[in-house]
């Protein structure tokens, strides 16, 4: 589907709950859902400490140990601030989002925003949703599911993937001839 075939005009409109959406994405397309940060840290405490038996290999085990410890103390450490971080979070709450050919928008509890879709300055598929982030507009999820339903999932799809060039075009640097 070209550029040209996405101005066609489309309507769609959906409402989730964002606590709902945070669970979907979180646990979403990781490939390695199954390792979790600790197991990490105990493979390479193991292969660390394997390392130091043979003669070749201590300062490389040393080495490893000690990156390891430093890790995992950086992150022990940051667990505090991630707390605190949760008060600024979005609370909780049921919003309604929808888009047409040419804007988006989210509505929630006290707040609404809308924004053109040449506002969107990243976007990518992620638990069953597509992820807008724009400047000045809260990230917004749109259920792919829905989109489908309403025959926009395409269209939004090619205003993306043109506004995604457009955007690449803009941040790329010229390089100066090498004289």
């Given at each position: 589907m070209s550029a040209a075939d996405a101005v066609?005009?489309?309507r769609f409109e959906a409402t989730y709950n964002t606590s709902d959406v945070e669970t979907a994405v979180a646990r979403g397309d990781r490939p390695?859902?199954?390792?979790?940060?600790?197991r990490i840290f105990i493979a390479l405490?193991?292969?660390?400490?394997?390392?130091l038996f043979w003669i070749y290999t201590i300062a490389l085990g040393a080495a490893i140990l000690a990156i390891a410890t430093f890790?995992?103390?950086v992150?022990?450490?940051s667990?505090?601030?991630q707390k605190r971080a949760r008060r600024f979070m979005q609370p909780a709450e049921t919003v309604r989002v929808g888009g047409n050919e040419s804007e988006y928008w989210i509505e929630g509890d006290g707040f609404s925003a809308r924004a053109a879709w040449m506002r969107v300055r990243t976007s990518h598929e992620?638990?069953?949703y597509v992820l807008l982030r724009a400047l000045r507009v809260p990230t917004v999820y749109l259920p792919?599911?829905?989109?489908?339903?309403a025959g926009a999932y395409e269209h939004v799809k090619a205003i993306l993937d043109e506004r995604h060039r457009v955007f690449q075009e803009e941040m790329a640097v010229p390089l100066r001839p090498v004289t």
């Open positions: 066609q005009p489309f390695f859902r199954h390792v979790s940060v600790d405490g193991i292969v660390g400490v394997l390392l890790a995992w103390g992150r022990e450490k667990r505090g601030g992620l638990g069953g792919i599911a829905v989109l489908q339903e």
